[in-house]
């Protein structure tokens, strides 16, 4: 199985492989097979889309898509995907955030603390070449919009928690955090991204203090909504201002 991107609009302006893997490759090919992979022409972003796959898995090809980027060998790529229930832990993870039963936790080089990703939750990786290099802040706020945005469209009032990353609802019921942010940069190309909680099993944070905050709870679109949402409702709004934002800050 060898996916396909229909790369034109980028031949002008760049030297690109025309697939996921190749004949030099046959390790990263093996690796890409659960990806489903679709270029949407619009802007400069390719994006790949899939359903479940292994946080590991999906990690190599991050690692892979990235080195290309910084190579000029394949255009800005979004991936969106879920994962099967897995824990990680960013840099700043403390000993007390992280499970007390034993529980296996894969550390990454991204920033933030430890989270928790599970089916239902539609995680964003969007791989792309900043503009400019040094505005990680910027890049952040324009991933924190496209997400208050998507929340807002289903009538839910996400926002900015000041001194604390990710998309919140606060309001008399408390502080509740929906969506997870957690990047790095590397050679100006960024990797990593965002978890939005669509509609997961929650007990999976029970185990752990997500993202180092005990004072907040984690909540879903789907227990704010009070009903069933499907990932495939999320998915198109979400990915619509992706676009709009990414192409703003990306090279």
Known sequence: ????????????????????????????????????????????????????????????????????????????????????????????????????????????DRGGKITWHGPGQLVGYPIVKLANRLDVVGFVRQLENALINTCEHFGLAAMRYSDRSGVWLRDEKGDRKIAAIGIRVAKGVTMHGFALNVNPDLAGFNQIVPCGIADADVTSMARELNRGILIAEVSPILERELFEVLTKVSA
Do not use: C, W
Not at 36 to 49: D, F, M, P, S
Not at 54 to 69: G, M, P
């Open 1 to 108: 199985m060898n996916l396909t991107f229909d790369l034109a609009p980028f031949a002008q302006n760049r030297k690109l492989r025309a697939s996921i893997g190749n004949e030099r490759d046959s390790t990263f090919r093996l690796l890409a097979m659960p990806i489903e992979a679709t270029l949407l022409t619009a802007g400069k972003i390719a994006v790949a889309r899939s359903g479940l796959v292994d946080y590991e898995n999906a990690l190599k090809i991050q690692r892979n898509f990235h080195a290309e980027i910084a190579a000029d060998e394949r255009p800005n790529t979004l991936i969106l995907l879920e994962h099967p229930s897995v824990y990680t832990a960013g840099r700043r993870t403390a000993i007390s955030d992280r499970p007390t039963d034993a529980t296996p936790v894969i550390d990454v």
